[in-house]
Protein backbone atom coordinates (compact mmCIF):
# COMPACT_ATOMS: atom_id res chain seq x y z
CA UNK A 1 0.00 0.00 0.00
CA UNK A 2 1.57 3.73 -0.58
CA UNK A 3 0.41 6.71 0.63
CA UNK A 4 -0.32 9.42 -2.25
CA UNK A 5 1.31 12.92 -1.21
CA UNK A 6 -1.46 15.57 -0.11
CA UNK A 7 0.72 18.12 -2.56
CA UNK A 8 1.17 16.00 -5.72
CA UNK A 9 -0.23 17.64 -9.00
CA UNK A 10 0.61 14.50 -11.26
CA UNK A 11 2.22 11.24 -9.72
CA UNK A 12 2.81 7.21 -10.20
CA UNK A 13 2.33 4.47 -8.08
CA UNK A 14 4.10 0.70 -8.91
CA UNK A 15 3.07 -2.21 -7.41
CA UNK A 16 5.51 -5.40 -8.52
CA UNK A 17 3.56 -8.85 -8.53
CA UNK A 18 6.98 -10.09 -8.59
CA UNK A 19 7.63 -10.37 -5.38
CA UNK A 20 3.84 -12.11 -4.58
CA UNK A 21 3.85 -16.04 -4.27
CA UNK A 22 1.72 -16.56 -7.71
CA UNK A 23 1.75 -18.96 -10.80
CA UNK A 24 1.13 -16.50 -13.50
CA UNK A 25 -0.26 -18.93 -15.78
CA UNK A 26 -3.37 -19.31 -13.40
CA UNK A 27 -4.51 -15.84 -13.38
CA UNK A 28 -7.10 -14.50 -15.55
CA UNK A 29 -8.29 -11.77 -13.99
CA UNK A 30 -7.39 -8.66 -12.13
CA UNK A 31 -8.99 -6.24 -9.84
CA UNK A 32 -7.81 -2.96 -8.29
CA UNK A 33 -9.19 -1.33 -4.85
CA UNK A 34 -8.25 1.99 -4.16
CA UNK A 35 -8.66 2.53 -0.61
CA UNK A 36 -9.38 6.47 0.73
CA UNK A 37 -9.00 7.17 4.47
CA UNK A 38 -11.55 9.68 4.47
CA UNK A 39 -13.34 10.11 1.20
CA UNK A 40 -16.13 12.64 2.37
CA UNK A 41 -16.22 16.17 0.46
CA UNK A 42 -13.60 14.54 -1.50
CA UNK A 43 -12.66 14.05 -5.42
CA UNK A 44 -10.30 11.32 -7.11
CA UNK A 45 -10.10 11.66 -10.67
CA UNK A 46 -8.15 8.87 -12.49
CA UNK A 47 -7.15 9.99 -16.32
CA UNK A 48 -4.96 7.19 -17.30
CA UNK A 49 -4.43 3.81 -15.52
CA UNK A 50 -2.09 1.06 -17.22
CA UNK A 51 -1.11 -2.22 -16.56
CA UNK A 52 1.38 -3.94 -18.32
CA UNK A 53 3.89 -6.95 -18.21
CA UNK A 54 7.42 -6.71 -18.18
CA UNK A 55 10.05 -9.29 -18.61
CA UNK A 56 12.02 -9.68 -15.05
CA UNK A 57 15.70 -9.37 -15.62
CA UNK A 58 17.90 -12.49 -14.10
CA UNK A 59 20.27 -11.93 -11.87
Do not use: T
Request: proline share 5%.
Amino acid sequence: MQEIPLDANRLYLEFDLGYCDLHEARVENVWLDLIFDDPSMNRAKISGLVFYRRPRAKF
